[in-house]
Structures are given as C-alpha cells and as structure tokens.
C-alpha cells in the first residue's frame, strides 16, 4: 500500500474538543447535551448511546466470562463510540491494557469522558487500517454508530467527513 508522505507512523495528539453540557434532570430526552448515569459513566442524549450500551450489556458478559482465565495483556476496541465497551474492557480485564480506537471526534470526546479514571485504558483518536494513511469519514448523517473510514481519495467522490489518521495494529502496539 502506498503510503502519503504526509503520513507518519506516529499518532497526532488528541484534539481538543468540548464536551457537551450536563443534562438537567428534566432534559435528558433532549438532544445536545450529557448526563451522568448511576454506574459513573456519561451518555449523551438523542443519540445512539443508549442503544450501543443496552447492545454491549447483553452481548459482553459472556466475552469478558471467556477472556478473563485468558489472562489477556492487550485488548483493542476498534470503534469505541462512546467508550462503553472500553469501560467495560477495562473494568472485567483489570490487568490488561485497552487501546480504545474511536475515528469520530465526537464519539471520541466521550471515550475519553468516560474512560479517564480508568488507569488501563489508552485512548487514540484514529481508525484502524492496513497501514498509516489519511482517511475521511462519511455516515455521520446516518447516526453515532454509522460512521465508517474512507480513504481520502472519496473526497473527489463527494465523501466530505472529517479527516482522520488510519493506524494499523503494528503501529499501534508500538505506541
């Protein structure tokens, strides 16, 4: 694969971002903002948050149950939307390291949100691919969970996401 020169192995830092403000009580059906729920993590209303989370408690018990006697040092949740299933990583693998990987700036803002006091947990804002490359998003129209990484070249194709560095698991176990 063909590597742009402006492409290097290292990752940028984080953005900068804004989290969005805290809900009130009685606006938490309202969209644009955060609240905070009883287990300590952040979801955002009038997105898919909720849905991913009642998806990730249903079907991650029983993964956790059978990586644990795995003893496990690396987990890498590629797309970790709003860092749920990072949290939950994190929490069930307490000796491992996860390398939450969110593309999205925003999703990416609410992984870090909700993973900062977690001493495990190694947040990157980039999408895994083949090897390092400048990659757009497109599907964010489509939702929090319809994002998906293109490469740049779409953008002569009308795909006018957000630009994004794409790391492969190689680099990524370097860092």
Same mark, same amino acid.
């Given at each position: 694969?063909?590597?742009?020169?402006?492409?290097?192995?290292? /990752?940028?830092?984080? $953005?900068?971002?804004? %989290?969005? $403000?805290?809900?009130?009580?009685?606006?938490?059906?309202?969209? =644009?903002?955060?609240?905070?729920?009883?287990?300590?993590?952040?979801?955002? +209303?009038?997105?898919?948050?909720?849905?991913? !989370?009642?998806?990730? /408690?249903?079907?991650?018990?029983?993964?956790?149950?059978?990586?644990?006697? #795995?003893?496990?040092?690396?987990?890498?949740?590629?797309?970790?939307?709003? =860092?749920?299933?990072? @949290?939950?990583?994190? !929490?069930?693998?307490?000796?491992?390291?996860?390398?939450?990987?969110?593309?999205?700036?925003?999703?990416?803002?609410?992984? !870090?949100?909700?993973?900062?006091? &977690?001493?495990?947990?190694? +947040?990157?804002?980039? *999408? &895994? @691919? +083949?090897?390092?490359?400048? /990659?757009? &998003?497109?599907?964010? !129209?489509?939702?929090? #969970?319809?994002?998906? *990484?293109?490469?740049?070249?779409?953008?002569?194709?009308? %795909?006018?996401?957000?630009?994004? %560095?794409?790391?492969?698991?190689?680099?990524?176990?370097?860092?």
């Amino acid at each position: 694969m063909h590597t742009p020169a402006a492409c290097t192995l290292s /990752l940028p830092p984080p $953005p900068q971002f804004e %989290v969005l $403000p805290a809900c009130s009580a009685s606006k938490q059906a309202a969209s =644009g903002c955060i609240f905070r729920n009883k287990d300590g993590t952040w979801l955002r +209303s009038g997105s898919s948050d909720a849905q991913v !989370r009642k998806e990730n /408690l249903y079907d991650y018990p029983p993964l956790l149950a059978a990586l644990r006697p #795995w003893g496990m040092q690396y987990v890498i949740d590629a797309g970790s939307n709003d =860092g749920f299933s990072t @949290w939950l990583f994190a !929490r069930a693998l307490i000796n491992a390291t996860v390398i939450a990987l969110e593309a999205s700036r925003h999703n990416f803002a609410m992984t !870090r949100l909700n993973t900062q006091p &977690l001493p495990n947990v190694h +947040s990157v804002h980039a *999408a &895994l @691919w +083949s090897g390092p490359d400048h /990659l757009q &998003l497109a599907g964010q !129209r489509l939702g929090d #969970w319809a994002i998906q *990484a293109l490469p740049l070249a779409n953008k002569s194709r009308g %795909v006018r996401g957000e630009q994004v %560095v794409g790391v492969d698991v190689e680099t990524l176990m370097r860092q």
